[in-house]
Structure formats: structure tokens, C-alpha cells
């Protein structure tokens, strides 16, 4: 506790609480100085700001003969320069010497691509929307994609890891017509493009339809794979894959100059420190501030295109946070936990959401209250799924999600439009009206074939409503499965800009238990008419599991299995449909009718 002694001068008397000197007696309170801070001053340099400068240095040449005893000139903010020299082994202390790995001599991995057959006539069809992607040794992927929207040798550049390659009137390149030829020659050009634009550090030379690509830099981690599949099992074209690369290479040489400089800054020798990624390495000054701006990196091994490199830059002064903005930093934007405060009572807002289940203890029916959930209670906070006991505990929940019937036009990670955060699956679906001959149904599936025409006409068609209804199939994965694992919602989004989620409840079964008591003894339905905006039923119909058509659902679970089973429905799809057989109840009116005596 303190009190003012002089309160012009502020000056403080510091006092021990009772419960201080009990800590202090018992020795477990052991001041030993009382600092002051002013919340107008920093006092902590975490909040200062500057940089060093950096330069980057990228390794060109593969270790051999002629960069033996080439020089790389380091200067620091300082103005300390150092000689660091390409030795074979550690010759002197008097030299930084930059270790060569390996032998005098590295080869580039190199690979090879044949066109054998593009197939398509004048335009290789087989060719459309095929992808061929090449990695260098720094680990640069790009991906090659052939396009029949585009001219033949003129390919185009979508990004630096996208090169699209024409596949169009390609049976005449330089008057020449081997198909074969030119599907090879507009891939070669794509590969020049990604190699000038500096995308891609590989090379290559086309012979007839035959292309030898190699990697610049020297290594084995040139021995990369060229992907090709769709076009090599099609037969359209035969790939060897990277190859060759040695063992130690230009990757391998940057790694030996980083080492070089680290060690002579940790010895006090150079105020510059290293970092490497393949061919390419960051030098970075120990000093912040602009004092190491401009200093350029020189020496024999630069100048004789061993290496290239930038001169420092982008080093900036150390600049103390404004006095102005520390208080408003430390009263206004610091962050501190605060209690939330909900006012609303929690189970009524969980029942509302909820919707009209079982309790799980007693087995009563709960009625939500119908109002629309507040913008404020974020139901993604808690885990949509959960990992059931007895299932595999290293797997978070999960959802799959497959459109049996109809298409899937978009998805969300959140509700779109609204502070609701629910993950979002989109459709566009179509309802058309078309006119059709009228045709008798002998055995409809479903009594969508009889209620969606209209009587006939006097011409004999009828107008017939095309429904684009969607069929999903949802699976809550990495848990049971469980009776029913989730629960169906409805909501109807209005607004434009401030959208609104308006809940809508499902009113066709009418409850055969209220209160406890039985009051029906068989289900019961509302009728149609009686259902209001506020039903779900007012606008469309959900059926789920065996309410769906049983050939609908087989149909779309086919076509997206093929070969493999990704969706298992709860009915059996290999059951044979029996023919309709038709029989006259009343005989056949050719045979004469018996005559009693």
C-alpha cells in the first residue's frame, strides 16, 4: 500500500499490508526493488520498428575445375569486408575457404517426352484439358495443359505455376504435316516460355516429336518425375522420367557458402548472416538500419557468372512507437478477456434452435418456441459432428456430402450473405414446363408421374412440369452410425443485403402423444390446406432413407460408384424389378360362357 507524503512533488510512501509482512516473515516474499513506469513511455524495444538489409545470392554453375580458388567478396554496415574463396579442402586459417562437395564434375538430370500418337486428325483432341507438370532441382512445379481454344506454338502463361500449350490447327506448323511433329513442337514452345519467364529452371530441345528436357543446375534432386498419366495411358505419348542427376551439384555448393559465412559471423569475423534454399541463399545484415543499404557483393566467382546476386537492400532505421500512440495502444487496442454476457435464458435458446425431439432422458417431445435465432448465438462454436466413443478418437468429425440428382453450382465454408456461420452447399435447380404426348401409365413409381401433367387436350398432349429436384446423400463420417445421426432444418433466406434466416417447422404429422397421454392410435397427418407459411410443407416435400425412390437413388449411386463404393444406401440396389403383369378379372370374352342345363 503507498500513501502521499508530498503530493505537489509525488512523492510516494511505500508500506508493507499485514498480509505482506506475513509472507515476508515466513520467508516466501522477498522484495528487492520497486520499479515505476509511466503508460506514456515504452519501455519495452518489442514495439520499436526497422529492418536489416538483404541481398540474395543464387548459386548458377556446378561445382568443377574452373570455380576453384573464385573469390565472393562480403561487406558488411560496418564497412568489414571479407574474402570468402572456392577451395577443394581447408587450405590455411588465413582464408574463408568455401568448401567444394564432391568431385570436379555434375551433371544435370535429364528426361525425355514422345509424342507417338496425338490422335484427332487435324487437332489432337486426345491432347484437350491433359496435363503434363515438370519440377526442377529448386522444387519449382508447373503444370502444362493443352487447350483446343488455342493456336499451336503460341502458348500463354496463366500464372507461374500454369502454362496452356494450343492443340488447334496443328497440321500445318511451318508447312510441315507430321501431326506427330508439331504436337511435340507446341509443347517445346511452352516449355521455352516457362524458361525465359524464369518459372521453370529446365531447358529443352526438340528433335522431330521428341523432346529432351534437362534441369540448368547440377544434383540428384534433379531426378525428378514427369507426370503424365492420362496421356501415357492413353498412348498418346511414351515418358523417361529425370535421370542422371550426380550426387552433389549446385544446391549442394550454396549450402557450402551459407556454412562459410555463418561460421565467420559467428566468429566475430563479418556482421552478415546466411539462410539457403536450394540454389538460391539470403544474406541478411546483423546491424538495423540503412547503413547497410547498398553494399553490393562482388568477386571473381560473380563476375566470371558462377553466381548471381542483388546488392543489399530494404534496410530500414529503428523507429520508437509515437508518443501519442502508446496510451491508445495500451488503454484502447489491448486485448483482455472479459466475461460474456448473454441475456437471454441458455436452455430457452438452445430449444429454439433445437426443434421438437425427444428428451433424451424421459422421452418427452420438447415444443420450440417459433422465432427466428439471434444473430448473436453462433452455432459453428460448437463441433458439427462428434467422435463417438467407440470409434477411431484420432479422427475429427467429418461430413460427405454426394449430389445423386442434380448438380452442385457452389459451396461455402459459412453461410453467405448473413452472420450465420454454417457451412454452405448451393444449387441452382430448374423447373420448366414442356408439352408433352399423353401416354398412359400403366404402373407409376411415385405419384410425381400422375400429379405433375395436366389432363389431356383435345389434341392429345399434355403440359408436363420438369422437376429438378435434388437427391443427396449425407453420411456423418468417423463415428457410428446411428440410428439418426443429425437432424434436418429448414430456413427461408430473406433479404438482399441484410439477409435473414427465418426458421420453418415441420407441421404434417400431427403428435400422437401430448402430455404424455396417447390421444390417436395411429399416426395422423395435417391435410394440406390447413398448412401456413410457417410450415415447411407449404412449400415443398423431404423425403429421407426408404420414402425415396428406390430406382432414382440406385441410378445416381451407380453412375458415382463405378468401380468403387463410395456411397451405400440402406436398400438393396441389385434386386431385379419384376414385369407388370396385367390379368382380366373377368376371363376372356372370346370363350363362350357355360350353358347349365
Known amino acids: 500500500m503507498t500513501k502521499f507524503l508530498n503530493k505537489k512533488e509525488q512523492v510516494y510512501d511505500l508500506k508493507l499490508t499485514s498480509y505482506g509482512k506475513y509472507l515476508l516473515s515466513i520467508g516466501r516474499f522477498k522484495p528487492v526493488y520497486y520499479a515505476f513506469f509511466d503508460d506514456n513511455v515504452l519501455y519495452d524495444k518489442t514495439y520499436t520498428t526497422g529492418t536489416p538489409a538483404v541481398a540474395t545470392y543464387t548459386q548458377v554453375s556446378v561445382p568443377n575445375a574452373s570455380i576453384v580458388d573464385q573469390i565472393v567478396i562480403l561487406e558488411d554496415a560496418s564497412a568489414t569486408t571479407r574474402n570468402f574463396t572456392f577451395k ?4 590455411d586459417t588465413s582464408t574463408i575457404s568455401v568448401l567444394i562437395p564432391g568431385s570436379t564434375s555434375f551433371a544435370a538430370a535429364e528426361g525425355t517426352i514422345e509424342i507417338t500418337d496425338p490422335g484427332g486428325g487435324t487437332t489432337p483432341v486426345q491432347f484437350n484439358g491433359k496435363t503434363i507438370v515438370l519440377t526442377d532441382v529448386a522444387g519449382n512445379a508447373v503444370t502444362f495443359k493443352g487447350l483446343i481454344g488455342y493456336d499451336a506454338g503460341d502458348p500463354q502463361k496463366v500464372h507461374s505455376t500454369l502454362y496452356i500449350y494450343g492443340v488447334a490447327d496443328i497440321e500445318d506448323i511451318g508447312g510441315n504435316t507430321d501431326i506427330e511433329r508439331n504436337a511435340a513442337y507446341a509443347i517445346d514452345q511452352a516449355f ?28 540428384d534432386m534433379g531426378d525428378t518425375t514427369i507426370t503424365a498419366t492420362d496421356l501415357v495411358t492413353a498412348g498418346n505419348m511414351t515418358v523417361t522420367n529425370f535421370t542422371g542427376g550426380s550426387t552433389k551439384g549446385a544446391p549442394e555448393l550454396t549450402t557450402e557458402v551459407v556454412k562459410a559465412i555463418n561460421l565467420a559471423n559467428k566468429s566475430g569475423l563479418i556482421g552478415i548472416s546466411a539462410t539457403t534454399f536450394a540454389v538460391s541463399a539470403s544474406f541478411v545484415m546483423d546491424t538495423i538500419g540503412t547503413d547497410g543499404n547498398g553494399k553490393t557483393i562482388t568477386g571473381t566467382a560473380i563476375s566470371n557468372a558462377h553466381a548471381t546476386v542483388t546488392p543489399f537492400a530494404g534496410g530500414s532505421n529503428l523507429q520508437y512507437e509515437a508518443q501519442n500512440d502508446v496510451y491508445a495502444r495500451i488503454k484502447d487496442e489491448t486485448q483482455y ?8 435464458d441458455l436452455d430457452d435458446s438452445m430449444s429454439e434452435l433445437k426443434g421438437g425431439y425427444e428428451d433424451y432422458a424421459e422421452g418427452d417431445e420438447i415444443t420450440p418456441i417459433m422465432s427466428q435465432p439471434d444473430a448473436d448465438i453462433f452455432r459453428f462454436n460448437r463441433m458439427i459432428g462428434d467422435a463417438w466413443l467407440d470409434g477411431d478418437t484420432n479422427k475429427a468429425p467429418a461430413w460427405k456430402i454426394v449430389s445423386l440428382q442434380s448438380k452442385i453450382s457452389s459451396s461455402a465454408q459459412y453461410e453467405t450473405g448473413s452472420y450465420t456461420q454454417i457451412p454452405q452447399v448451393n444449387y441452382n435447380l430448374t423447373y420448366t414446363l414442356s408439352t408433352q404426348t399423353s401416354e398412359f401409365v400403366p404402373s407409376p ?21 420438369e422437376s429438378d429436384n435434388p437427391l443427396i446423400y ?19 433466406v430473406t433479404g438482399s ?26 399416426p395422423q397427418e395435417n391435410l394440406a390446406d390447413t398448412f401456413t407459411t410457417n410450415s415447411v410443407e407449404y412449400y415443398f416435400d423431404i423425403l429421407t432413407d426408404t420414402q425415396i425412390n428406390s430406382l432414382v437413388a440406385c441410378r445416381g449411386a451407380e453412375i458415382f460408384n463405378k468401380k468403387s463404393y463410395y456411397v451405400d444406401l440402406d436398400f438393396d440396389c441389385d434386386e431385379t424389378q419384376q414385369e407388370d403383369i396385367f390379368f382380366d378379372i373377368y376371363g376372356s370374352v372370346t370363350e363362350p360362357e357355360i350353358c347349365l342345363d
Not at 337 to 344: A, C, N, Y
Not at 445 to 465: K, P, Q, R
Request: hydrophobic share 40%.
Open 88 to 91: 577443394k579442402q581447408e587450405t
Open 192 to 219: 521455352d516460355l516457362a524458361y525465359a519467364n524464369g518459372d521453370l529452371q529446365i531447358t529443352s530441345y526438340r528433335n522431330s516429336a521428341t523432346i529432351t528436357i534437362t534441369q540448368v543446375y547440377g544434383g
Open 337 to 344: 478477456l472479459e466475461s460474456f454476457v448473454l441475456f437471454r
Open 445 to 465: 413409381n411415385e405419384i410425381d408421374e400422375l400429379e405433375e401433367t395436366t389432363l389431356t387436350f383435345v389434341d392429345g398432349d399434355v403440359i408436363a412440369l
Open 474 to 492: 449425407v453420411e456423418e463420417a468417423n463415428t457410428e452410425l446411428l440410428v439418426e445421426n443429425f437432424d434436418i432444418e429448414v430456413f427461408m
Open 497 to 522: 443485403e441484410n439477409r435473414v434466416l427465418e426458421r420453418k417447422y415441420f407441421e404434417n404429422e400431427i403428435p400422437q402423444v401430448v402430455n404424455g397421454m396417447l390421444i390417436s392410435e395411429t
